[in-house]
């Protein structure tokens, strides 16, 4: 079974930046390369919500309006691992941060992912 598991959340002020990674792991018929991989968030008392995603290549990334120009998703094929580099944080970017993969080349913008990790907490303060 593919197990993901993010890493680089934690607690920074508005205006600062940080560096999410999700590290997949486990054995798959399908290459790490082969996932589309994605980036959704969480806040207390809201649904969960997409926020950027990337397809097999490095290049096809799609965001949400609320990061776009802020957030930058890229992957590194060769050691199975997507980031999530976050920049200008403001308050309202708080949540749980999930990462997502699925086993498809079309990249979507709604949950329907086959595997997510477990979460990793993003606190940003004024």
């Known amino acids: 079974q593919v197990q993901l598991g993010e890493s680089g959340g934690g607690l920074v002020q508005a205006g600062g930046s940080l560096k999410l990674s999700c590290a997949v792991s486990?054995?798959?018929?399908?290459?790490?390369?082969?996932?589309?991989m994605g980036w959704f968030r969480q806040a207390p008392g809201k649904e969960r919500e997409f926020v950027a995603a990337?397809?097999?290549?490095?290049?096809?990334?799609v965001y949400a309006n609320s990061v776009r120009g802020r957030f930058i998703i890229s992957r590194d094929n060769a050691k199975n691992t997507v980031y999530l580099q976050m920049n200008s944080l403001k308050p309202e970017d708080a949540a749980v941060y999930y990462c997502?993969?699925?086993?498809?080349?079309?990249?979507?913008?709604?949950?329907?992912?086959?595997?997510w990790g477990q979460g990793t907490q993003v606190t940003v303060s004024s």
């Open positions: 486990g054995r798959t018929g399908r290459a790490f390369s082969m996932y589309t």
């Open positions: 997502a993969g699925r086993a498809s080349r079309v990249v979507i913008t709604t949950p329907e992912y086959d595997v």
């Open positions: 990337i397809g097999w290549s490095d290049t096809s990334a």
